[in-house]
């Protein structure tokens, strides 16, 4: 239920921004790409059309099937690919070869492009190992985030040590 809450809550705030303003230039941040301004522009083009449906991982896997090009189970059900698409980059701070056994990074980043290449929405998380004890995203020991925060002694691991 807490991810659930918190899916509505940033919905929620991400809706408010789009609301906040359409003019690019008054993007939060000046320096943003072309790219970035450009889906900026197209969300707004978009918002009175519908609403846009994602789905994680939808290009990788699905009931009963893995990596098949073009495959996906929204648009076997629905008729269409999703407009959004997410991909998480957990492991990649620890060099590892995929966030999944099921892909590796250089297959997302081909799927991202095709994705792109479609048109469609590219979102990115990342659930980080703690980097207080090197085990999973999941482990809340006490204590981890303050090694990652200024001074901490982690702080080179989400600035420029991973990636």
């Known amino acids: 239920?807490?991810?659930?809450?918190?899916?509505?809550?940033?919905?929620?705030?991400?809706?408010?921004?789009?609301?906040?303003?359409?003019?690019?230039?008054?993007?939060?941040?000046?320096?943003?790409?072309?790219?970035?301004?450009?889906?900026?522009?197209?969300?707004?083009?978009?918002m009175d059309k519908g609403i846009m449906f994602g789905h994680q991982d939808d290009l990788g896997y699905g009931v009963n099937w893995r990596m098949q090009d073009g495959r996906s189970d929204v648009k076997e059900?629905?008729?269409?690919?999703?407009?959004?698409?997410?991909?998480?980059?957990?492991?990649?701070?620890?060099?590892?070869?995929?966030?999944?056994?099921?892909?590796?990074?250089?297959?997302?980043?081909?799927?991202?492009?095709d994705v792109y290449n479609m048109g469609g929405i590219n979102t990115v998380s990342w659930h980080a190992n703690n980097p207080l004890t090197g085990k999973t995203a999941w482990d809340n020991t006490k204590g981890s985030v303050k090694t990652i925060l200024q001074g901490g002694e982690n702080i080179r691991c989400f600035s420029t040590g991973w990636i």
Not at 33 to 46: D, G, I, P, S, V
Not at 83 to 103: H, L, R
């Open 1 to 46: 239920m807490n991810s659930l809450k918190n899916f509505i809550i940033v919905s929620n705030v991400f809706c408010a921004g789009l609301f906040a303003a359409q003019d690019t230039s008054l993007l939060s941040n000046k320096n943003a790409t072309a790219e970035t301004q450009n889906l900026y522009r197209n969300l707004w083009q978009l």
């Open 77 to 113: 059900t629905a008729g269409d690919y999703p407009s959004v698409f997410g991909w998480d980059v957990m492991n990649i701070e620890s060099g590892g070869k995929g966030p999944i056994d099921i892909f590796s990074f250089g297959q997302m980043k081909k799927m991202m492009e």
